[in-house]
């Protein structure tokens, strides 16, 4: 039976700094959530547009701090203020997806949620719809929690991964046949190199999409059973949420939580995980790299605004500048050019994970302007 869509609502959880790993574009002021890497939209716009689909645009609400909902209002106007939740500092994505389950649980004991990163990246958003749409016909029966997995084609060190089991008899019937489920055996953060290489050649492990779906009983008795502290800080949010009390209490409670992940704090120690695998053109955005990738071989042709630019005798290279300087390129191949009016980046593609260095050595060196 076809789980009734005025009882669907989407998170986007952007409340996050990004890590300025697309430095020199995002910055502290301009998480990378907020940066339009392609030319087509910012990383939050993308988010929304991958669950519309599924979800009606009322139930739609993004979690965001007290900059990103000025961002959002400033910058995407057509979203309903009363959808953005305000968290008063960043605490990871537990309290940030308790503070969600407290709102939308007022609004409607019965709902089911989706929960996405605001960096998600999805290509084919016709297949994400369909695996959505699964997920969401498991966990509405209130005892499961539903993550969706990637197919791994490399290993990556700077990704989550989840290990499975074994596949679920009940296989998901779609468009492109089946949707293979798993049981969910455990979950693994960033490993090393070798470590990720291990996890493709075992055959059990997939990337972690950051994509969750649960009915609210269903994580309302995780967040009782495994983060009890918590659970009572999101009760005592639900208590006062439409009174004048709301924002104290919110602020209050803030005060004394310590970041916890949702993977961590809950998924790990859940009663009942199930995974779906899907194929659907996902990634992490997560460096030059990444973006360099999911753009395709002519993606620094098609960012921003890149004219003013000449190559000679070139090959390979991914550049993004904007403004009207002009910048040339003599003899170089493989290499990642990012440039903006007061910062300038370039390094071989391979390294782009590395700007994590550069901001550090920027910060120990006081040049926070640059960050």
């Avoid at 969706?148 to 990704?159: A, L, M, N, S």
């Avoid at 955005?285 to 070139?314: H, I, P, Y």
Wanted: aromatic share 8%; hydrophobic share 40%.
């Amino acid at each position: 039976m076809q789980f009734p869509v005025e009882h669907l609502y989407a998170v986007i959880m952007a409340g996050g700094a990004g890590g300025l790993m697309l430095w020199p574009y995002s910055r502290k002021k301009t998480p990378k959530q907020f940066v339009d890497v392609f030319g087509s939209g910012t990383m939050i716009e993308s988010a929304i547009a991958c669950v519309k689909g599924t979800v009606l645009p009322e139930n739609i609400y993004v979690v965001t701090n007290v900059q990103g909902e000025m961002m959002m209002r400033r910058t995407l106007p057509w979203f309903p203020p009363d959808n953005i939740l305000v968290e008063p500092v960043a605490r990871d994505t537990a309290p940030c997806i308790a503070l969600a389950t407290a709102y939308i649980g007022k609004i409607d004991p019965d709902a089911v949620m989706i929960t996405v990163p605001a960096d998600l990246l999805v290509l084919d958003k016709r297949l994400f719809g369909e695996i959505l749409g699964r997920g969401v016909a498991v966990a509405q029966d209130r005892k499961s929690i539903v993550t969706i997995g990637v197919t791994p084609d490399r290993p990556e060190p700077e990704y989550g991964y989840i290990q499975v089991d074994k596949l679920q008899v009940n296989e998901a019937s779609g468009q492109e046949g089946t949707i293979p489920i798993f049981t969910v055996r455990a979950f693994a953060e960033k490993p090393d190199i070798k470590t990720a290489q291990e996890f493709i050649d075992s055959g059990d492990f997939y990337w972690n999409s950051g994509v969750l779906i649960w009915h609210i009983d269903a994580i309302r008795r995780e967040f009782e059973r495994s983060m009890p502290d918590l659970y009572k800080d999101l009760q005592s949010i639900y208590d006062v949420i439409g009174s004048d009390r709301e924002r104290a209490v919110i602020e209050d409670v803030y005060s004394w939580l310590h970041p916890v992940s949702i993977a961590y704090g809950i998924m790990e120690n859940a009663e009942s995980v199930c995974m779906l695998a899907g194929k659907f053109g996902w990634t992490d955005l997560g460096c030059w790299d990444d973006v360099q990738k999911a753009g395709g071989k002519d993606a620094g042709a098609s960012m921003g605004t890149n004219f003013n630019m000449v190559e000679v005798d070139t090959a390979n290279n991914f550049i993004k500048k904007s403004g009207k300087k002009a910048v040339a390129i003599v003899g170089l191949e493989d290499i990642i050019v990012i440039d903006t009016e007061d910062a300038l980046l370039i390094c071989r593609k391979g390294h782009s994970q590395d700007v994590k260095k550069v901001v550090d050595i920027l910060r120990r060196e006081g040049l926070e302007e640059y960050l």
